[in-house]
């Protein structure tokens, strides 16, 4: 299995720019993670689905950031509109049943300018 | 609330044992995972605990005690490879999802 897939690897946008994060889970999994990482703030969970369906959005920071899952195979997460403070690696994860052992993604490095 | 506690940085030296400890407050809890980072690249999966007690995976153990919520991660024969941030990370019933402490920086020296 080629792994969790997102893209782009790379971002850099100006302020007030829409910005759009995508993700392919791995094959077979049932549980989606958007997760950010910040010196500052560590690793934050944003966002989790279940079968496609958001369980957890209780840390998307606020009405500028949306996630979609369509369909088991492709997730999207969305700022709009981005801000300089959003800077940060943005990493997908997906796992089979349970959430100890997730699998992530080789991440998005988001620059807001 | 959840809330995780392990020392900011580690160093050892080479073939040495270290080990990373992290305290826990949680509701509910249910296991603790652990999970190392290279600098620039992604968490991966170590080990977990559900039950108390020490379970070995090569060089790598993790070990749980549910009554004083802490647990810690053994790693033997260090090598250079091995540096790298460790992070302890909590799951609660209800909540299928992880909680990750701040992080351990190890510095593997020769």
């Known amino acids: 299995d080629a792994g969790v897939i997102q893209s782009p690897r790379h971002e850099v946008t100006e302020m007030g720019q829409e910005v759009t994060l995508r993700c392919k889970p791995i094959?077979?999994?049932?549980?989606l993670f958007w997760y950010r990482q910040t010196m500052m703030r560590g690793l934050e969970l944003l966002i989790y689905f279940n079968n496609n369906v958001p369980i957890d959005d209780s840390g998307m920071p606020e009405d500028r950031f949306s996630a979609k899952m369509p369909n088991a195979s492709f997730s999207t997460l969305k700022i709009q509109p981005s801000e300089p403070r959003d800077s940060a690696v943005y990493f997908c994860?997906?796992?089979?049943?349970?959430?100890?052992?997730?699998?992530f993604g080789p991440g998005t490095r988001l620059t807001v300018t | 609330g959840q809330s995780l506690e392990q020392p900011s940085e580690v160093t050892a030296v080479e073939g040495a044992i270290v080990q990373i400890n992290c305290t826990y407050q949680t509701s509910g809890f249910y296991g603790l995972s652990w999970y190392q980072q290279h600098d620039g690249g992604a968490p991966t999966f170590l080990s977990y605990?559900?039950?108390?007690g020490l379970e070995e995976t090569g060089r790598f153990s993790s070990f749980l005690s549910r009554s004083d919520s802490y647990g810690y991660l053994l790693l033997q024969e260090l090598q250079m490879k091995d540096s790298a941030s460790y992070f302890c990370a909590v799951t609660s019933t209800g909540r299928r999802a992880l909680t990750f402490g701040s992080g351990t920086r190890l510095q593997v020296q020769p």
């Open positions: 605990n559900a039950l108390d």
């Open positions: 094959s077979g999994h049932d549980y």
């Open positions: 994860a997906s796992s089979f049943r349970v959430a100890y052992e997730q699998y």
